[in-house]
C-alpha cells in the first residue's frame, strides 16, 4: 500500500502509528462508541454496497416484481371491474404504490457501485501527515490533527444547529463533535437562544454564535455561520445526532474529487422505546440502507440536513442553503444537482440520534417532508424542460415528488371497505372470489414484505401501523402546498413542556371512531345475513390497525401526564 | 389537550355519529329493498289461430295496428272446412271467426288490443292449427321480474308488496306484487315476480310503455331490522317536511 505514495512523509499510515483511540486501527472496528448502541443491524459497517446485492436479493426482487404485475394484470382485467367509485379508488391508490414499488425496487438494484474508488483510499491514506503530528506533539490529540487534500492543507467548520433542545442531549453533541478526529472549528448555531447552551459550548470547547433574527430557520442559522466562518467544508449535526470520531476521515477523502458537493451519511437512531420511534426508525433504514446508495447511481442522493459534509465553494454556488422552504436540505441538493454538482452517500453510520418519539415530533418531521417533496413536484417540476438535471437525476426527483402520494393511498383503501358496508359498491366484481383475490393480493404485498425482511432482517408491524395512520399528514401537506399556505397548529407555543398528542391527531381519532361505528354495522349486517363477508374482515382489521396508534398516543399523553404531575410535585 | 382541540374533537365526533347514523339509514333502506336482475314489461297475448288449413284471402290488418274485439283480421278459404260445412259439423259464427258458406273464414280479433307477430301474407297457404298473429290485450301490461334472492331475503316477500318500477326514462311507477314462482339455484331463490300497477298505460311516454320494454323494480321487504321504526319514521318525517 505504502508503494503507492511518493511523498516521504507518508511512510506509514499515521492510522497505525499511533492509536489513542481504539477505532483507529482498522476500517472494519466497529464504528460507535458503547454509549450509544443503536440498532445492533446498524452498528456494524454496513456491507458494501457492492457487495449488498446479493444473487438472492437480485431473485427476490424479480419475484417481487412478477408479483406486482400479475396483481397489476388482475386489477386491470375488465372482467373484475365492479362498481366504479370503489374500483377507480383502489385502482388509483394501488397505481401510486405499485409504482413507486416498482422504482424504488429499481433503485435497490443500482445500489452496487462502491461510491469509494481509488482517489477515495488514495486521499484517506494521505489525509494526515504523521511526521507533522509527531512534530507539533499532537499524537494525543487527534482533534487537532491537520489535514490534507491531495497537497493543500483544508479547514473544517463543525456546525451544530440548535433550537431549544435539552441542554444535556445538546452537551453530548457538542463534546462528540469536538473530539472527531482531523482538526477542525466546532460552532455551536443557538436559535434557541439559552445561556444553558452559550456555557456548555464554552466548556466543551465550541465556538457559539447566537443570531438576533430567526429567519429562514435552519438553513438561514447555518448561512449565518458561514458569513462569519470560513472553512473550505463544513458539517452539520442536528443537536442530537452524536457523531462518531471517525466522522471526518471517512468522508473528507470524497473531496479530492472537485466536483463533489457534499458527503452525506445515513441518520441512525439509538432510541427505540416507543412504537412511534420504532416506526419511524425502521422505516428510515430503508431509505439510507438501500434507496439512498441506489440513488448515488443516478447522481441524485440527497441531503437531509445532518450528518453531512459540505463544499463551502459548492454552496457559495447555489448562493446559500436554500431558505425558501422547510425542507432546505432536498431544495438545496436540487440546486446543487441543477448546477451540475456530483452528491455522494455512503451507507456508513457515522452519527447516532434521536428518532422522533412522540406523535407531535412525528407529525412535525413528515409533515416537513412531505412538504418539502410535494413543493418539488408542483413548483419545480423536475420533468421541465427548464431544469438542467439528467434523465436519472429527473427520473428520481419524479420519485421524491411523489413519494408522498403513497401515504395517501391508505385514505382511499380504508374508504373501501366502509362503501361496500353501507352502499354495497363493490371494488371487484361479485364472481371473482375471495381467494383469487387474497392470491393477487399476496403476490404483492406478501412479496414486499418478504422482501423487507430479507433486507432488513425484520418487520416491524409499527411501521404499517404508522404508514396507515399518517394520511392525514400527508393530505394536510399537499393541500398546504396546492393553496400556498403554512400548517399552524392549536398546540401551546410553550416548547419546554410537551403538548398532548391529541392535539395533533383529530383526524386519526375521528376516522378511528368512524370505522370502529363502521365495524359494528359490518358485524350486525353479517350476524343477519348468517355469512362474513371480506369487507367486514377488512374494515374490523383496518380499525384494530388505527386503534393501536391511538392507544400508543394514549399512553404517550398518560406518561406525560405523570411526567407533568411529577415536576409540579 | 388545548380547549381549541378539545372543542374540535367533539365537533368532529358529533359530526362522525351523525354521518354514521346517515348512512346506517340509507344501509338499512337498501336492506329493506331487492333490486330485480332482469324485469320487462310483458302483456296478456291472444293468439290468432285456424284449424283449418287453406289458403290466405286478405289480411286486414298490419303490424303494432290497434284492433277493436271482432274486427276482421285475415279471411282465409279452405277446403276442408267447405267440406266441413257441407256436413254441418261447424257453426257459422263464434267469437273468433265467421264462416260464410263458400267456405271462406274470417278470423277476427278475441280482444281490443294491438296486433303483434303476424306470420303470414296475403296468398300464402297455412297449415291447420297455425298461429297467425297475436294480439296483446289492451290494459293487461304487467311487468315480469326476476330476483335472485337470499332465502332469509325471500321470507320477506309479502303479498301485496310494493313495487317501485323504474322505467327507461327514470320515471318511477308504482305496483304491487301479484304472484310469485320460485326456483333455487345453488341455495339462492331465483324469484319471478309478477308485478301488477295502474301506472302502466299502453303506448304512454312516446310508447315506451309497451311490451317487451326493460325496467328496473325494486321489491320493497318487509323490515324486520331492529332499525324499521326509525327508518320508516324517519322516511314519513322527510314526506311530511315535503322532501
Redo the contacts between chains.
Sequence with gaps: MTTLHSRPQLSAPPLQIEAPHPAATSDLAPASSAVLRPEPSLLARPPDPGRAQSPSLVMLVLIATLGILAYANFLLNPSNRGDWLPYSMVLLAESILIVQALLSMWTILSASRDPRDFAFHLARESLFRSREIARDGFSLAPHRWAMYLGDAPITVDVFITTYGEDPAVIRRTVTAAVALRGAHTTWVLDDGRSDAVRELAAEAGARYLRRLSSNGAKAGNVNHALALSKGDFFVIFDADFVPDPEFLVETVPFFTDASVAFVQTPQSYGNLHTVISRGAAYMQSVFYRFIQPGRNRFNAAFCVGTNVILRRTAIDDVHGLYTGSKSEDVWTTLMLHERGWHTIFIPQVLAVGAAPESVEAYTKQQLRWATGGFEILFQHNPLSFRRRLTLDQRLQYLVTGTFYFTGICPLLLLLVPPLEIFFDLRPMNLSTTVFTWLLYYAGFYVMQILLAFYTMGSFRWETLMLATASFPIYVAALVNVLVGREQKWSATGDRSRASSPFNFMIPQVLFFVFLLLTSVVAIWRDVGNGVPTLAMAWNVTNTIVLGSFVVAAAREARLQRRAGRAVIR | ??W??RL??VV??I???V??AG??L??NQ??AQATSRSAAIEAERFPVGTDYGGTVLERFVSENERVLAGQPLFTLQSASLQADLAEGLIKANTIAYSVTTDGVITLTAAVTGTVSDITTERGSFVQAGQVLATVDREGSLFVSAEYVL?S?DYSRIEEGAEVDILLPNQRMVRGTVESLDVETQLGQARTLVRVTSTGLRDGEDNGLVARGTPVTARLLLRDD?ILAGVGDGFVDFLRKIGL
Design positions: 389537550m388545548t381549541q382541540s374540535k374533537l368532529g365526533l359530526g362522525v355519529f354521518l354514521v348512512l346506517t340509507v344501509f337498501r336492506q337470499s332469509r331490522g
